[in-house]
């Protein structure tokens, strides 16, 4: 039997519906959620990222703003747009791309956006309320990865679940939120002893590695629910495609249910970067959470 494929593409289409409806009702009150997105250099993924987003913030009727900074930007020059950023009524998200070059400091970055603001849930205030299951900005990836598990799962509740990966961008904060919705969590990484039995104990497979294509049919239990974070950019021919860190083939033979690069994680991570952009903007205005958007 071969698993069936979570439509992360369609499913985000349905996240960027109800948005558009949540824009089009704080419209009535003259309110226009606005994303900032700073861009330092020309990494590929993050180009990528940028181009799909830009579009999507304007076809939900958002504002987007956008600033493309050159390679060599100073720090300070990136601190001071943050600040401009963080003090301006008209933005209500900022997410500064990453990775941003060698002679800027990320953390200093991070934790120079208002964590009001903060629509990538990355800033340490964020983290720690995530972790300590208050009301914070979630990390857009893990979230849109959280939606797609509910949907298909209902309760999350007593199940194995395993992340492989524990970067503070999705690995970490994915293992708070199943955690959250009372999932027995794993995370599993470079040094982690006999991970391929480990992942066959997962009913919730998580990866979030960045290397193309490791985890394969022989890691997964059958029927096991397998979420594919990895964007991985890799030589066909004379072109280049995407694959993700699962191996598609062998896995859709083992598991029950599998999310496809591209078409899956990718889709919903933006999705969430817009659901988070209108969370910010609710919040800052005293109105109530947006249903159907935050957790
Ligand atoms: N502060 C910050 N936050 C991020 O969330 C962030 C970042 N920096 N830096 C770069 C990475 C990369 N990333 C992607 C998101 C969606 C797709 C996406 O939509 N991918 C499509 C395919 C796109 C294609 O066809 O090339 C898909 O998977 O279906 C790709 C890449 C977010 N990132």
């Not at 998580?206 to 029927?223: C, H, L």
């Amino acid at each position: 039997m071969t698993a069936d494929i979570i439509d992360g593409k369609a499913f985000a289409a349905t996240v960027r519906a109800r948005v558009a409806e949540h824009v089009s009702r704080l419209a009535s009150l003259d309110i226009t959620p606005g994303l900032a997105v700073v861009l330092v250099g020309e990494d590929p993924a993050s180009q990528v990222y940028v181009r799909n987003k830009g579009k999507q913030t304007v076809e939900v009727g958002m504002a987007s703003f956008e600033h493309k900074l050159d390679v060599n930007t100073s720090e300070a020059d990136l601190l001071a747009l943050i600040e401009r950023l963080n003090a301006d009524p008209a933005v209500h998200g900022i997410l500064c791309q990453l990775p941003v070059p060698d002679h800027i400091d990320a953390d200093k970055v991070l934790a120079a956006i208002d964590p009001a603001k903060d629509v990538d849930g990355f800033h340490i205030s964020n983290v720690g309320l995530l972790a300590t299951g208050q009301k914070a900005m979630v990390p857009c990836t893990p979230l849109g990865c959280l939606m797609m598990l509910r949907e298909r799962h209902g309760s999350l509740s007593g199940m194995n679940a395993v992340v492989v990966g524990r970067s503070n961008i999705v690995g970490k904060p994915m293992a708070q939120l199943l955690l959250r919705d009372s999932a027995t969590v794993t995370i599993a990484h470079s040094r982690t002893r006999d991970i391929e039995a480990l992942c066959r104990t997962a009913d919730i497979l998580i990866a979030a590695v960045g290397r193309p294509q490791m985890i394969t049919g022989d890691w997964i239990k059958p029927g096991a629910t397998v979420i594919d974070v990895g964007i991985n950019r890799v030589p066909n021919g004379e072109k280049t495609r995407l694959v993700g860190d699962v191996d598609f083939a062998s896995a859709v033979e083992v598991a029950g249910a599998i999310t496809p690069v591209p078409g899956g994680v990718g889709p919903m991570t933006i999705a969430c970067l817009l659901a988070n952009t209108v969370t910010a903007c609710c919040r800052a205005n005293g109105l109530p959470e947006p249903e159907g958007l935050t957790i």
